[in-house]
């Protein structure tokens, strides 16, 4: 059955420094979603993207944050500068179509010191 | 603003037991409902959807929710546990216009 993929499933990084979270959605779906979930705290919403853009961003998505998808399969979530606060567990999800259900995959959690 | 509310942080029940889970959405119209469940460790995965049509839906892993619009709920039920279902489960809706919002999550534990 197809799945989402994340790596890595643990990075651990110094406040500043810059991160790439990658993913590999499923291969015929066309929607795309980072989501983040800070320990004991609820998922939230960061960023999606379809059609080589985004084309939706929450309030925590600001300039310290991008999304690219380079190469087709990959969708990679960058944080520029990352602050003691960027530590969460980061999902990755992907859907066929828009409002159908979303496939997560099994997370990267980053930890900034 | 839409929103999900799961009501209850930790809930405990006996391997054997019934068990309900309640979520309560805030929307302008009849959302998209979902039902996830997280393993530690390990990602979210569906147990099941509610987009339109027979308001009690069946899920994988004998789990079901009925959506009541009167009560703006959409409830998970299970009628016998089993200590595998111990895990961190989620409601979420989407509004179609709205990215996908998820309530704080209820924590179920199952004891012998």
């Known amino acids: 059955e197809p799945e989402v993929t994340q790596t890595p499933s643990h990075q651990v990084t110094q406040m500043g420094q810059e991160v790439i979270l990658r993913c590999v959605p499923i291969?015929?779906?066309?929607?795309f979603y980072w989501y983040r979930q800070i320990l004991g705290q609820k998922v939230e919403f960061l960023v999606s993207f379809y059609n080589n853009e985004i084309s939706e961003k929450s309030e925590i998505f600001d300039d310290q944050f991008s999304v690219e998808r380079p190469d087709g399969s990959n969708f990679t979530l960058k944080i520029r500068s990352t602050k003691l606060e960027d530590s969460a567990m980061y999902f990755c999800a992907s859907t066929a179509s828009f409002r159908n259900e979303q496939f997560f995959g099994p997370g990267t959690r980053l930890t900034v010191l | 603003a839409q929103s999900v509310t799961q009501p209850d942080i930790h809930i405990t029940v006996s391997e054997g037991a019934s068990l309900e889970l309640r979520c309560n959405y805030s929307?302008?119209?009849?959302?998209?409902l979902f039902w996830y469940v997280q393993s530690p460790g390990q990602g979210l995965q569906l147990l099941l959807k509610?987009?339109?049509?027979?308001?009690l839906v069946q899920g994988i892993k004998g789990f079901e929710a009925e959506f009541k619009r009167s009560q703006s709920s959409f409830n998970l039920r299970k009628p016998s546990v089993h200590w595998s279902d111990a895990a961190e489960y989620f409601c979420a809706g989407d509004s179609g216009n709205t990215p996908l919002v998820f309530g704080k999550g209820t924590r179920l534990s199952v004891i012998a």
């Open positions: 929307y302008g119209a009849t959302p998209y």
């Open positions: 509610y987009f339109s049509g027979d308001t």
């Open positions: 291969s015929n779906h066309l929607y």
